[in-house]
């Protein structure tokens, strides 16, 4: 996949970290370091790992120039916004200390989650320069009845720097 988008340097790459954590980091880091420097993807690379992996170590993929990403819990915001806004600014202020103390670049989230994005973590996102990625696997560019203005259009709006679609390549199964 690398090698065939080598030269596409608009299309962003979204690595879904799995089991980050601070044994594995300096390892990987290396691997990430050996890719960009075949392919050029520190640019066009957004690390995401999980809501859990929260260890202060990771903070060494964004020191080491990636964009790191922190996984928004869907689920947890779903039932925090279900309690009421008591529970969902609760909820919001924990997410704000956990991107400010792992050091993350960006946050990644589901459309689904939008309306709470907008909401309670829209104004912390801008003042502290956090990048927005996010997703919306309903959306098919493949599709002829998507229309490329409606999803240029989204990600304008919500500040994206990038909204993973499906999009049929090569790669497609």
């Known amino acids: 996949m690398l ?64 964009v790191h990403g922190y996984y928004l ?33 960006a946050i990644t989230y589901d459309a689904d989650l939008q309306a709470f994005v907008s909401a309670k973590l829209d104004a912390f996102l801008t003042r502290h320069g956090i990048r927005r990625y996010s997703w919306n696997t309903s959306i098919n560019v493949g599709d002829a009845d998507t229309d490329p203005a409606m999803v240029a259009a989204m990600i304008r709006e919500r500040r994206l720097e990038a909204l993973l679609v499906k999009f049929p390549s090569d790669f497609w199964m």
């Open 73 to 105: 819990p869907l689920e947890r915001i779903q039932e925090a916004t279900r309690k009421g806004p008591a529970a969902a600014d609760a909820l919001a202020s924990e997410l704000k200390q956990t991107v400010l103390n792992g050091q993350f670049d």
């Open 3 to 66: 090698e065939w988008s080598r030269d596409r340097p608009g299309m962003k790459i979204w690595l879904d970290w799995k089991n980050a954590e601070p044994g594995n980091v300096r390892a990987a880091l290396s691997e990430l370091d050996a890719l960009d420097r075949e392919f050029a993807i520190k640019r066009r690379l957004l690390v995401e790992t999980d809501q859990e992996a929260v260890s202060p170590v990771l903070g060494a993929i964004s020191k080491a120039g990636f």
